[in-house]
């Protein structure tokens, strides 16, 4: 793995998406930028996606699913672009699935850990921002933006749990997290965001 690979995590109405496309433009002039997100990314995990947010299924299954659609998304679009010595971000991996279907769901750590070494393998983020606020906040974000899907009808409680499950995982690699201060107005977040880069002399 040659290229830069930077995840974007955090619960739904932690507001990634706002930061995406500046620190893509930024970073696009050091180098060419490959911009996707989890699930999706490519045309069979954006199709198990539509699955994963608007079916019903047990955590199991949508588990498996969700890594099935990973494994594609890093044979055919991570691996190579970071082979090829571009940057790639990507918005959300495998620390949603801990967060998600570990902290929200319950799913077993080691289950979630024989899959991450399964389907990930070395392809590990080099640098994640973490875009942390309380769940009651995120669900007033949700609500003013967009109708819910499967996953944000979850109650505050689950997000809750998704946020700690961030934190646990936050904790295990300090190294690779940088917390963000999501509860801010964007100009703050998006001041903490260049502040972290520019510590990386990116």
């Known amino acids: ?17 706002t930061h995406i ?15 996707t997100r989890e699930p999706g990314g490519t045309p069979l995990a954006e199709t ?14 949508e588990t498996l699913l969700v890594f099935a659609g990973r ?15 571009k940057t790639v971000l990507c918005d959300r991996f495998a620390d949603a699935s801990f967060a998600y279907q570990g902290g929200g769901r319950g799913m077993s750590a080691e ?9 990930v393998d070395n392809c590990q983020p080099q640098l994640t921002l973490w875009f942390d606020l309380p769940a009651a906040m ?27 499950g961030y934190a646990v995982r936050a904790a295990s690699a300090p190294q690779r997290f940088a917390r963000i201060d999501a509860s801010l107005s964007v100009p703050e977040v998006a001041a ?11």
Do not use: N
């Open 111 to 119: 289950v979630l850990e024989s899959l991450e070494r399964w389907v």
């Open 21 to 35: 496309a500046t620190v893509t433009a930024r970073l696009a002039r050091q180098g060419e930028v490959v911009s």
């Open 71 to 85: 494994r594609d998304h890093v044979r055919t679009v991570i691996a190579p672009a970071l082979a090829a010595g």
């Open 138 to 164: 995120a669900a007033e974000r949700r609500a003013a933006a967009r109708d819910a899907d499967r996953f944000e009808q979850q109650d505050l409680d689950f997000f809750e749990r998704v946020r700690a």
């Open 192 to 202: 903490q965001i260049d502040a972290v880069l520019t510590a990386r002399g990116w």
């Open 1 to 17: 793995m040659t290229g830069r690979f930077i995840t974007f995590e955090g619960i739904d109405g932690a507001g990634k998406s």
């Open 48 to 61: 198990l996606r539509g699955l994963f947010l608007h079916h019903e299924m047990d955590d199991l299954t």
